[in-house]
């Protein structure tokens, strides 16, 4: 699977949207984009996937860039439940890959 | 929509005893299986994954041993524990073919 980069950690106030950025230069034609958020001592929570084309749920929007190299997911109104580490991995969909590789991800600390 | 239990939420345990962690799935059949863990103030890691009863497959090697002697129910065993076994410990399940994978609420297990 190939390796995502992100950032460390970020800070969103509390209403306006937060854009959490990732890297995947290295993504292949038939991996996909996943996003997942873990809130403190909890297990981690899917929240949306994409291939190439943008995508929208009733939790947040992924854009994905042309070449598909990075992505963005995006909270349109963040709240305080929103804090939580997000994580961005991208897998391919048969064999040993069907497997979810977690990184270090980013800690969003949505501020009031 | 499919609902993971896993017990029990906490465990504190001596160096050398044994383990046992269960997890049962449900509203789901056949499911993909997996066990992870994540150390304090680290990313997941998976340990193991079941495509089937009886079929298991290791990601890392350990004195951890993973056994799925029902279609929905996904167990973590150890003879003897170490101190590097502490940890949060998640189940989760994925439907085959579909995409999302869902997170039981976690076990956090301390080795004295």
């Known amino acids: 699977d190939a390796k995502t980069t992100q950032p460390p950690s970020m800070d969103c106030a509390e209403g306006r949207a937060a854009n959490l950025p990732c890297n995947h230069s290295?993504?292949?034609?038939?991996?996909?984009v996943y996003w997942y958020r873990q809130i403190h001592s909890q297990g981690p929570q899917y929240i949306i996937h994409g291939l190439k084309n943008n995508e929208t749920n009733e939790m947040a929007s992924l854009i994905i860039t042309e070449d598909r190299k990075s992505s963005t997911l995006i909270l349109p109104h963040a709240t305080l439940r929103d804090t939580a580490v997000y994580y961005c991995?991208?897998?391919?969909?048969?064999?040993?890959?069907?497997?979810?590789?977690f990184g270090s991800g980013t800690q969003l600390t949505v501020l009031p | 929509s499919q609902t993971i239990h896993q017990w029990p939420a906490t465990l504190v345990q001596p160096v050398g005893s044994p383990l046992s962690l269960e997890c049962t799935v449900e509203g789901t059949s056949n499911p993909n299986l997996y066990w992870y863990r994540q150390a304090a103030g680290r990313g997941l890691q998976l340990l193991f994954y079941s495509v089937g009863i009886g079929q298991i497959s290791s990601e890392v090697p350990q004195n951890l041993s993973a056994s799925r002697p029902q279609d929905r129910q996904f167990i973590l065993s150890s003879k003897k524990l170490l101190l590097s076994d502490s940890g949060f410990y998640l189940c989760a399940c994925k439907r085959d073919r579909k995409h999302e994978q869902f997170f039981g609420p976690g076990t956090r297990l301390t080795v004295l």
């Open positions: 290295t993504i292949s034609g038939n991996e996909y």
């Open positions: 991995i991208v897998r391919g969909t048969s064999g040993s890959a069907r497997q979810l590789t």
